[in-house]
C-alpha cells in the first residue's frame, strides 16, 4: 500500500540528512570525520548534506583547532530536534493507522 | 514508502543513535579473563597470606600483594584492549572512535583518582580498606563508563559498589570479596556478555 509524503519534513527525504540528523539529536555534538567513517559517505557527499541541513537551521556548526587541525563540530539546533521528533512521529502515526 | 520500508527507517535510525554514542565492540572475553586474572592474583595473594612470615613487617607483604593486584589490572587492560580492538575490527567498525573515547575518558576519572586514593590509604598505613576503596571506586568507574557502551555494565558497577562497601563494613573479608567482585563477577558477566552479543 503506498503512503502520502505529504507530512513528512522535505529535509528528511533524504535518507542521508536523516541518518545524519539521528547521530546528531543522540549525541552532544559531533566532528566531520567520525561521522564520514560511521555513515561510510565521501567528503563531499557529507559536506553537500550538512550544508542542506544547516540551510534549515537544524543544525550548527563549530570551526575549531585541535593543534593545527582543523575541528569542525556539529551539534543540532531546537529547530532540528523539533524537527526531527515530529518527522519520526509521522512515521510512527503511519504505522499505527495501517494497523486499524 | 511502503509499511517494511518504514520500519527499516526506524530501526535503522535506532541503530544509528545507539552506534554513534556508545561503543558496542567491548569484548565479553575480554571480561572472563580479567576475571580469570583475578582468580590467579588473589590465589597468589592467598598464598602470601598464608605462607609468609610478616611478623611486624607489613610493609612487604603488602608491597607484594600490591605488585601482584597491579600486574592483574595491567594484563586485563591489556588484554580488554587486545580482544575489543580483534573485535572491532572483526564487525568492521573504527575501534578508536567516538563511542570508546567517550568510554575510556568517563572511566578514568573514577579509576585515576581511585588508584590515587588507594596509594594514600596505602602510604598512611589503612591497609583494611584498600580492598574496598578498589571495589567501590572501579564500580563507579563502571556505572558512569555504562552510558558509553552495553547497559549490562552498569549493574556490574552497582554489585561492585555494594560488594565495596560490605567489605569495608566487615574487617577481615576484603581479600574473599575482592575475589567475588574482581573474580567470580567478571567470569559471569563476561560469559553472559559473550553470549549475548559477541557470538
Same mark, same amino acid.
Given at each position: 500500500?503506498?503512503?502520502?509524503?505529504?507530512?513528512?519534513?522535505?529535509?528528511?527525504?533524504?535518507?542521508?540528512?536523516?541518518?545524519?540528523?539521528?547521530?546528531?539529536?543522540?549525541?552532544?555534538? &559531533?566532528?566531520?570525520?567520525?561521522?564520514?567513517? %560511521?555513515? @561510510?559517505?565521501?567528503?563531499?557527499?557529507?559536506?553537500?548534506?550538512?550544508?542542506?541541513?544547516?540551510?534549515?537551521?537544524?543544525?550548527?556548526?563549530?570551526?575549531?583547532?585541535?593543534?593545527?587541525?582543523?575541528?569542525?563540530? &556539529?551539534?543540532?539546533?531546537?529547530? =532540528?530536534?523539533?524537527?526531527?521528533?515530529?518527522?519520526?512521529?509521522?512515521?510512527?502515526?503511519?504505522?499505527?493507522?495501517?494497523?486499524? | 514508502?511502503? @509499511?517494511?520500508?518504514?520500519?527499516?527507517? %526506524?530501526?535503522?535510525?535506532?541503530?544509528?543513535?545507539?552506534?554513534?554514542?556508545?561503543?558496542?565492540?567491548?569484548?565479553?572475553?575480554?571480561?572472563?579473563?580479567?576475571?580469570? &586474572?583475578? %582468580?590467579?592474583?588473589?590465589?597468589?595473594?592467598?598464598?602470601?597470606?598464608?605462607?609468609?612470615?610478616?611478623?611486624?613487617?607489613?610493609?612487604?607483604?603488602? /608491597?607484594?600483594?600490591?605488585?601482584?593486584?597491579?600486574?592483574?589490572?595491567?594484563?586485563?587492560?591489556?588484554?580488554?584492549?587486545?580482544?575489543?580492538?580483534?573485535?572491532?575490527?572483526?564487525?568492521?567498525?573504527?575501534?578508536?572512535? /567516538?563511542?570508546?573515547?567517550?568510554?575510556?575518558?568517563?572511566?578514568?576519572?573514577?579509576?585515576?583518582?581511585?588508584?590515587?586514593?588507594?596509594?594514600?590509604?596505602?602510604?598512611?598505613?589503612?591497609?583494611?580498606?584498600?580492598?574496598?576503596?578498589?571495589?567501590?571506586? &572501579?564500580?563507579?568507574?563502571?556505572?558512569?563508563?555504562?552510558?558509553?557502551?552495553?547497559?549490562?555494565?552498569?549493574?556490574?558497577?552497582?554489585?561492585?559498589?555494594?560488594? =565495596?562497601?560490605?567489605?569495608?563494613?566487615?574487617? =577481615?573479608?576484603?581479600?574473599? %570479596?575482592?575475589?567475588?567482585?574482581?573474580?567470580?563477577?567478571?567470569?559471569?558477566?563476561?560469559?553472559?556478555?559473550?553470549?549475548?552479543?559477541?557470538?
Amino acid at each position: 500500500m503506498k503512503i502520502s509524503l505529504e507530512q513528512f519534513d522535505k529535509a528528511f527525504e533524504n535518507r542521508i540528512r536523516l541518518q545524519i540528523m539521528s547521530v546528531l539529536v543522540a549525541n552532544e555534538s &559531533y566532528d566531520f570525520n567520525s561521522l564520514k567513517e %560511521l555513515l @561510510e559517505l565521501t567528503d563531499g557527499n557529507l559536506a553537500s548534506h550538512l550544508k542542506a541541513l544547516e540551510k534549515e537551521a537544524y543544525m550548527e556548526v563549530q570551526k575549531s583547532f585541535i593543534g593545527r587541525k582543523p575541528n569542525t563540530r &556539529y551539534s543540532v539546533t531546537e529547530k =532540528g530536534r523539533a524537527a526531527f521528533k515530529k518527522h519520526l512521529q509521522a512515521l510512527e502515526n503511519l504505522i499505527k493507522q495501517q494497523k486499524l | 514508502m511502503e @509499511e517494511k520500508d518504514i520500519h527499516a527507517e %526506524l530501526s535503522s535510525i535506532r541503530d544509528l543513535m545507539e552506534r554513534s554514542a556508545k561503543f558496542i565492540s567491548l569484548s565479553g572475553l575480554s571480561g572472563v579473563m580479567a576475571g580469570i &586474572y583475578a %582468580l590467579i592474583g588473589a590465589g597468589i595473594g592467598y598464598n602470601l597470606l598464608k605462607t609468609g612470615n610478616y611478623e611486624g613487617d607489613n610493609i612487604v607483604f603488602i /608491597t607484594e600483594l600490591f605488585l601482584v593486584a597491579f600486574a592483574v589490572l595491567i594484563f586485563s587492560i591489556g588484554t580488554g584492549f587486545w580482544l575489543s580492538y580483534k573485535k572491532a575490527r572483526k564487525i568492521g567498525r573504527p575501534f578508536w572512535s /567516538t563511542g570508546s573515547k567517550r568510554l575510556l575518558i568517563n572511566m578514568a576519572i573514577p579509576l585515576v583518582s581511585g588508584g590515587l586514593f588507594t596509594f594514600i590509604l596505602i602510604y598512611h598505613g589503612h591497609y583494611g580498606i584498600v580492598a574496598p576503596a578498589t571495589l567501590i571506586f &572501579y564500580g563507579l568507574a563502571l556505572v558512569a563508563g555504562s552510558h558509553y557502551t552495553y547497559s549490562g555494565v552498569k549493574s556490574l558497577g552497582i554489585i561492585e559498589i555494594l560488594l =565495596g562497601l560490605l567489605a569495608a563494613l566487615i574487617p =577481615g573479608y576484603g581479600l574473599l %570479596l575482592w575475589t567475588i567482585g574482581f573474580g567470580v563477577l567478571h567470569i559471569i558477566y563476561g560469559a553472559v556478555m559473550h553470549f549475548k552479543y559477541d557470538s
